[in-house]
């Protein structure tokens, strides 16, 4: 993958990266690849591994201030969500598809986080397995495009609230076990489809039991 990236021709335009691993990945090449992504003005990113070793895991942040991507998904399958940490607030103003699997949440000095607000063209969210940084009580979901969100979590990763602001929301999906108490600040009069499907409390990632 390395000797690719840096052999291409740079003024060929690149729409669409995929980084698909079924094992570990290595720290190393994956932060060049998001580098590239951000350098490169990539507009697509989707991002599928293992990442379990956090010694040897530095998983650095730089496609979430990403200035050109309009779809990202960030997909790791791990038991540790604050291997991937994210900003406070996400700086991606392209972004309209926005799919976050285990990755935490932070805040400075505030017991809730609103990481979406300055992601002005962002309509589809999904986040799923994800936590807060300790002492966070709630995510904010703040974003007066955003039309379809889907949530989907286990009470053996975190628990926490969730508040949505929200005006446009049109479809809101709460999948797994049912730990996430719902708070809205505005009016979701437009909501077109609603989905629950919620688990049994002994919930595991690949494999639940329906109540």
């Given at each position: ?37 951000v ?16 010694p040897?895991t ?63 063209k ?90």
């Open positions: 993958m390395s000797r690719i990236l840096s052999s291409r021709d740079g003024s060929i335009f690149v729409h669409n990266v995929e980084f698909i691993r079924r094992s570990d990945a290595q720290s190393q090449p994956l932060n060049r690849l998001m580098k590239y992504v350098l490169h003005n990539v507009q697509q990113l989707t991002i599928s591994t293992t990442l379990n070793s956090k040897n530095m998983f650095r942040p730089y496609i979430f201030s990403c200035q050109s991507l309009t779809f990202l998904k960030v997909s790791v399958n791990s038991c540790d969500p604050s291997i991937i940490v994210l900003p406070e607030s996400l700086n991606m103003p392209a972004i309209r598809s926005l799919h976050l699997e285990c990755c935490t949440f932070t805040a400075s000095g505030r017991d809730y986080v609103e990481p979406f607000s300055t992601c002005h962002l309509d589809s969210l999904t986040v799923e397995f994800c936590a807060l940084q300790h002492g966070v009580k709630f995510l904010t979901v703040s974003n007066k495009n955003l039309s379809r969100l889907t949530v989907n979590g286990c009470i053996q990763i975190s628990f926490f609230q969730i508040e949505l602001s929200t005006p446009n929301l049109r479809s809101l999906v709460v999948l797994g076990h049912n730990s996430y108490p719902f708070l809205t600040s505005c009016n979701l009069s437009l909501v077109e489809k609603l989905t629950i499907e919620t688990f049994r409390n002994t919930c595991s990632r690949g494999k639940s039991c329906l109540s």
